[in-house]
């Protein structure tokens, strides 16, 4: 028996409108202690907003929180995973488009929230996939830093 994302995705995924500010993107990130929101345009999913997205597009090109709006800085467009796909497929998904998190999204509702993370810690076969995966392919640099602490 395999598992599927909806076995190990987190379901209480906070969100935010992508016409937010950046500054109450942070606020909220805060306030949950979490690395990421799902930006959401018209009750349905249409970005992800990560620590990486503020480092990159806000503070190092010095854009004003309190004016920059989420949808002007938010990675788009947003990568998702189903609730009935195999975590395998899930980490190959992730490895190909160099993500870390994937949104579940059936029927344009957002379902959950998974990490390489989640995949590395629930399923001990993902250590050998993503070693397989390393591999073959260059390792994309934001996923190194998982595959190196959990697999080397």
């Known amino acids: 028996m395999s598992l599927e994302v909806e076995d190990v995705m987190v379901e209480n995924v906070v969100t935010i409108e992508e ?3 950046v500054r109450k993107a942070v606020e909220l990130m805060n306030k949950h202690e979490i690395g990421c929101l799902i930006a ?7 970005g992800i907003l990560t620590e990486r997205d503020l480092l990159k597009r806000v503070l190092a090109d010095a854009k004003d929180p309190k ?7 938010m990675s ?10 195999d975590v395998e497929d ?7 488009m ?3 998190k994937l949104p579940v999204v059936e029927k344009g509702r957002l379902l959950g929230l998974v990490t390489l993370t989640d ?11 993503l070693k397989k995966l390393s591999v073959k392919e260059l390792t994309p640099k934001r996923i190194k830093k998982v ?3 959990y697999i080397a």
């Open 67 to 73: 004016k920059t709006k989420v949808s002007d800085v």
């Open 98 to 100: 160099k993500i870390k």
């Open 76 to 85: 788009k467009p947003l990568v998702v995973g189903k609730p009935h796909m």
């Open 147 to 149: 595959v190196d602490y």
């Open 40 to 46: 959401m345009r018209k009750g349905k999913p249409s």
């Open 19 to 21: 016409e937010a500010t």
């Open 119 to 129: 995949l590395v810690r629930v399923q001990p076969q993902m250590i050998s996939i």
């Open 90 to 96: 899930a980490a190959r998904l992730m490895f190909k």
